[in-house]
């Protein structure tokens, strides 16, 4: 069993910066893609960013130039640095990793519980 645990998110003035972090632990040969998704109330949960093995990046176009994703293979975390942060960044953040067993299994999709971004006007 694969567990995604975020942490980092909170209460920001807008313009301000927060940094999550997420863990992965349990039983993983390798991790394919790792991303970062959000769910603002009454919306559809959004991609923000995602990052293969080989540190190749995708965003979404409202927070091209503002947040920053990454990864550490060897800690099995992604991180996701949001600078200028604005109101309508608000939502649950969702960390996301595909990952397989061993060689031979499938890939599968993993989502951490979530953490909370607050952003105030």
């Known amino acids: 069993q694969v567990q995604l645990v975020e942490s980092g998110g909170g209460l920001v003035q807008a313009g301000g910066s927060l940094r999550l972090s997420c863990a992965a632990s349990?039983?993983?040969?390798?991790?394919?893609?790792m991303g970062w998704y959000r769910q603002a109330p009454g919306k559809q949960r959004e991609l923000v960013a995602r990052?293969?093995?080989?540190?190749?990046?995708n965003y979404a176009d409202s927070v091209k130039g503002r947040f920053t994703i990454s990864r550490d293979n060897v800690k099995k975390m992604a991180y996701l640095q949001m600078n200028d942060l604005k109101s309508e960044d608000t939502a649950v953040y969702y960390c996301n990793a595909d990952t397989k067993m061993t060689y031979f299994s499938k890939s599968i999709t993993n989502w951490g519980q979530g953490t909370q971004v607050t952003v105030s006007s």
């Open positions: 349990g039983i993983i040969f390798s991790i394919n893609e």
């Open positions: 990052i293969t093995s080989g540190g190749i990046t």
